[in-house]
């Protein structure tokens, strides 16, 4: 178990970092702010879902791979950049009306109805899958936690793999407390603006231009 005076250290310094501006927070954002709370918080739990996958490799010893390997490394970040520019082409190309106007937790049966409807934004789980792409396909998160973790794990207190997972873990809750209340508070002005449609079109290209911009600065990383 990690100790007591390294939490006190290492959890502050993971709440000032989902705190600095980045892709993913201004991902969730600018989703919450098109879609409401309740798609941003499924967007977060993507996200965190992310944040699992490059702790356990970490754990494993899978990140040191894109940190030696520049073609894993491109081909990653290609991915990635690819991804962001589909969901700013389809924001760019969204009508008003597509946009859900009330702020509930969509349920399974709403998220069908979306379906039919062509609006694959109410679908719990293409919300889900979004904030897990957003960041899995950025290599750079890896290479940071490959960095970041062991700094706060020592050899005398047992397995680092274990460590490495518990630290994770930690840095997951952080995630969920900020990027979490960024999807609440923006997510209620996100209900207002959508009562008018011409709010909702500047919304739509500004996400765009959002996701482009992201899609750019992911595409241009260096190792």
Excluded at 53 to 75: C, E, M
Excluded at 126 to 144: A, C, E, H, Q
Aim: hydrophobic share 50%.
């Amino acid at each position: 178990m990690i100790p007591l005076d390294v939490l006190l250290v290492f959890f502050p310094v993971c709440i000032f970092l989902a705190l600095t501006p980045g892709p993913d927070n201004i991902f969730v954002l600018t989703q919450s702010a098109l879609y409401g709370r309740w798609a941003g918080i499924f967007v977060v739990l993507g996200l965190s879902t992310g944040v699992l996958v490059h702790t356990t490799a970490v754990a494993l010893g899978v990140a040191a791979i894109f940190q030696a390997s520049s073609i894993a490394f491109n081909t990653l970040k290609i991915i990635g950049a690819f991804y962001l520019l589909y969901l700013a082409w389809g924001a760019l190309r969204a009508k008003a009306e597509e946009i859900p106007l009330e702020d509930t937790a969509p349920s399974q049966g709403q998220a069908q109805q979306g379906k039919s409807k062509k609006n694959p934004q109410r679908s719990t789980g293409k919300l889900y899958r979004r904030g897990i792409i957003m960041n899995v396909t950025n290599p750079k998160v890896s290479i940071f936690f490959l960095s970041f973790l062991p700094q706060f794990a020592d050899p005398t207190r047992g397995s680092m793999s274990l460590q490495m997972v518990q630290l994770g873990g930690f840095f997951i809750l952080s995630t969920l407390i900020v990027f979490g209340s960024i999807a609440w508070f923006a997510g209620s002005i996100g209900t207002r603006l959508q009562k008018s449609t011409s709010a909702q079109n500047v919304m739509n290209k500004a996400a765009g231009l959002v996701f482009i911009a992201l899609a750019v600065k992911l595409a241009t990383i260096q190792q």
